[in-house]
């Protein structure tokens, strides 16, 4: 079935660095645009970053521009997330999303928690 | 960015209500609206899209309406399993944003 599993999230000091990944199954990942979303602790979601099914195009919010990196490896079907100079303010569940049709997310992964904290 | 914001943020329904959420941008974004439902500890669910939509394998009693600035979510006949967090996002531009989201209650 269509699946998407994160993994890399952990406890990390601020100004530290952390390597998320989401790997899919299920579909053919090459043809699809992917998202990374985050959500606070009791908070909504916010949309970080998105990138192209070639890889060549890559979006990213304004908040973490600069610190993470989207990337992704369409022949071992996965989807990375470089994230640095982290904050605590980015602890978070992140979520790995397909993009459907260039504009929503229709399969989501579990999450992966990321917590900044001293 | 475009600001989306979702009212009411939580209400209070029975079984069986008629239950309507609304979403507003802060500028026009035709129908690229969808609508996501949340329960806790889940990953968000895809229900609506392109503002009125219904995402496949979705149940017909929920729907999706409006264009431009305005849009309303409703769930014809609340059932149990609708009890959960439900969010707007915009496909209009860079950065998607999502509302804050409306809590779906049981009364």
């Known amino acids: 079935q269509v699946q998407l599993v994160e993994s890399g999230g952990g406890l990390v000091k601020p100004g530290g660095t952390l390597r998320l990944s989401c790997v899919a199954s299920?579909?053919?990942?090459?043809?699809?645009?992917m998202s990374w979303i985050r959500q606070a602790p009791g908070k909504g979601l916010e949309w970080i970053s998105d990138?192209?099914?070639?890889?060549?195009?890559?979006n990213y919010v304004d908040s973490v521009k600069g610190r993470f990196t989207l990337s992704r490896d369409n022949a071992k079907n996965s989807l990375y997330l470089q994230m640095s100079s982290l904050r605590v303010e980015d602890t978070a569940v992140y979520y790995c999303?397909?993009?459907?049709?260039?504009?929503?997310?229709?399969?989501w992964g579990k999450g992966t928690t990321v917590t900044v904290s001293s | 960015d475009i600001q989306m914001t979702q009212s009411p943020s939580s209400v209070s329904a029975s079984v069986g209500d008629r239950v309507t959420l609304t979403c507003r941008a802060s500028?026009?974004?035709?129908?690229?609206l969808a609508w996501y439902q949340q329960k806790p500890g889940k990953a968000p669910k895809l229900l609506i899209y392109?503002?009125?939509s219904l995402q496949s394998g979705v149940p017909s009693r929920f729907s999706g309406s409006g264009s431009g600035t305005d849009f309303t979510f409703t769930v014809s006949s609340l059932q149990p399993e609708d009890f959960a967090t439900y969010y707007c996002?915009?496909?209009?531009?860079?950065?998607?944003?999502f509302g804050q989201g409306t809590k779906v209650e049981i009364k």
């Open positions: 999303a397909r993009v459907w049709g260039l504009d929503y997310m229709d399969v």
């Open positions: 299920g579909f053919t990942f090459r043809d699809y645009y």
């Open positions: 990138i192209s099914s070639s890889g060549y195009t890559i």
């Open positions: 500028q026009d974004i035709g129908t690229l």
């Open positions: 392109a503002a009125s």
């Open positions: 996002q915009q496909a209009n531009s860079f950065p998607r944003t």
